[in-house]
């Protein structure tokens, strides 16, 4: 098992990409505490789970509780390993001119504060242990090819490559390396938001034409990409961006 001995925070690990994120660093021998705002799914998560898998209700937005996220995980399985930042929040289709600035601020605490204080939290952790450590963002293909409508949305997961890549500078001194992957929408429960309410099904015919390989991108290819950036076979990778998108960037 290639996360054996291994202990990992999943932000969003309740639903959608972070549930199948957890999933497989469960079976790839990880334990992991499941970091939500929903903990009622992220507990439900746990008991199917069992004991290697431990829930913690989390608003990654709000210092506190990223503080004690981390608090949590030490108290909980010894040290920590891995950082999954993937929780995120969306938006529905409309212009910049009618996006409002309380939507500004809501897309930018959720998706580029949360990755700030999750990294400044662990990362005195993980210098403490003396054993390196990973973190990987969850960003998006909106921040290489992004679509009109989103801009905001856009704007957030674009924040994330140069604060990813300066990090992983920043850190490396202590063998603690920093990467991001790129996924294109996936089959979500977020899906439904980019799609808009005007005509949803053609919205996503529309955009699965524009990936050459003809799908979206499904749970388990954001967790494998994961699986892979965090385990001893990517120990030599760094400041990376892994596009999972089927070949939407190219």
Do not use: W
């Not at 989390?58 to 390993?81: A, H, Q």
């Amino acid at each position: 098992m290639r996360l054996e001995n291994k202990v990992a925070i999943i932000t969003g690990g309740a639903s959608g990409f972070g549930k199948g994120i957890v999933n497989k660093f469960i079976n790839e021998g990880a334990k992991v505490l499941i970091a939500d705002i929903n903990y009622e799914s992220a507990k439900e998560l746990e008991e199917k789970l069992g004991k290697n898998a431990s829930a913690l209700k989390v608003d990654v937005t709000k210092t506190l509780d990223v503080e004690n996220m981390i608090k949590e995980v030490i108290s909980r399985f010894s040290k920590v390993d891995i950082l999954i930042q993937n929780a995120a929040i969306g938006m529905k289709p409309r212009p910049l001119v009618e996006s409002s600035e309380d939507l500004f601020d809501k897309l930018f605490d959720t998706n580029v504060k949360s990755i700030y204080l999750g990294a400044k939290n662990i990362i005195p952790q993980f210098i403490s242990q003396n054993i390196g450590g990973c973190i990987v963002n969850v960003v998006s293909t909106a921040a290489i090819r992004p679509r009109p409508g989103l801009t905001l949305y856009n704007a957030t997961k674009g924040a994330l490559i140069p604060l990813t890549k300066a990090l992983a500078l920043e850190v490396a001194e202590h063998k603690i390396r920093v990467n991001g992957i790129c996924p294109v929408a996936g089959e979500t429960p977020m899906l439904k938001d980019f799609l808009g309410d005007d005509d949803p099904d053609n919205a996503y015919k529309k955009f699965k034409s524009t990936v050459p390989l003809g799908r979206l991108a499904e749970p388990k290819d954001v967790a494998n990409a994961c699986l892979f950036l965090s385990s001893e076979e990517a120990s030599f990778i760094t400041g990376v961006m892994l596009e999972v998108d089927g070949g939407r960037t190219i």
